[in-house]
């Protein structure tokens, strides 16, 4: 298997947030196999202005932006800014920075470069032998390597790390904006045979000052975005005309690149299109997606997500050879089933992963920027 260019610090980190007293610093933890990317042009919002809530105060000409633009940045201002443009700006822009500082300058020391690179070598050979050995610490029949990670004036710096006190987590006194931890503990299961192993990590990073309460309002209204209708398919010349350019512009833009959405799909679709539009053009440039959204709610009002998208190798391989390699040579290693259900058992959202036919599905239920049990 072909490695893709990048940092060995440089992989997806999956996290699962933990609610505590809104005025702290909030943190982060998740368990998985930590593997670290970001993708910073996410964060960028649209040139030519930045959202303002509705009946909020003018904060200046630099944050006022049409509705079409700030709709979909919205969620994003509340929930890091509860609301407040002026402090979600401050806070995304300090995050940005911070993203900056591990893209463009990591400082390693020699455990952990060396740890991290020869990580990398085994998982992608999928050699899980060579991965355990490589782990240089014992705790009972566990192999384990911790490390820490935390921001300098103009880096972002891992060491290896000494000591329980300083990983990061909901009670830890280490917890600033992006301060972080890793654990990765990994086991031989004997019963088995030489090529079972149980591996685990335990892992905390620093956000910030944000309020669980804003964050799940941010949620809500993302989520209300799947909900709000377009346009009749055969509008009149003033309904058009009272469609906003920016909104139109984008929905030409999807009706060429991606032809099989319907008109609900490309209402979405443009929204988001209209705040990010970097982004947008990336993600249209290296993938399809073929529906979004039911064109009709159903009779008792809930909208039906069927988000199905996928990568489209002939379309980068010209651009993004490597990575485009890469994923071929996954074939059908893995072929993932994720449910969500709510504290009754009952389904709220199942997303779909299909590396053979490199596929993504999501289906979901939602009425009133909630999701519902299907």
Known sequence: MRRVGGSPGSRLLFLRSRAEDPRASTVLSGRGLFVCAVLAALLAPASGGLPVAEGQPRLGDELVAPPAVWRAFRPLVLATGDGDAARAVSYLREGTALLRKAEGKLERDAATLAFQTRAVDSLEDFDLKAFFQLLPKRDGPFRYFAFEGAPTRSAYRFRE????????????ARRGFGDSSSVVRMRHLEAKDDKHYLLSWRGGVGVGPLAFASIVAGVHDALALLEERAAPAQPTKQASDAVPLLL?????????????????????????????????ALLTSVGRTDDVVDELPRADGVTRVSWNSRWDAARTRESYPDLTDFFHDLGNLAEA?????????????VVQLD?????????????DGKLVPS
């Open 161 to 172: 790390l000494e000591s329980a006190a300083a990983e990061v987590n909901a009670t830890s």
């Open 248 to 280: 139109r512009t984008a929905d030409a833009q999807l009706k060429k690149s991606q032809p099989s959405l319907g008109l609900e799909d490309r209402r979405v679709l443009a929204a988001a299109w209209a705040s990010f539009p970097t982004s947008a």
């Open 355 to 367: 590396s053979e036919h490199m596929r993504a599905r999501v289906v979901a239920f939602v009425k």
């Open 337 to 349: 089933r994720i449910k969500l259900t709510d504290a009754h058992g009952l389904t709220l959202a």
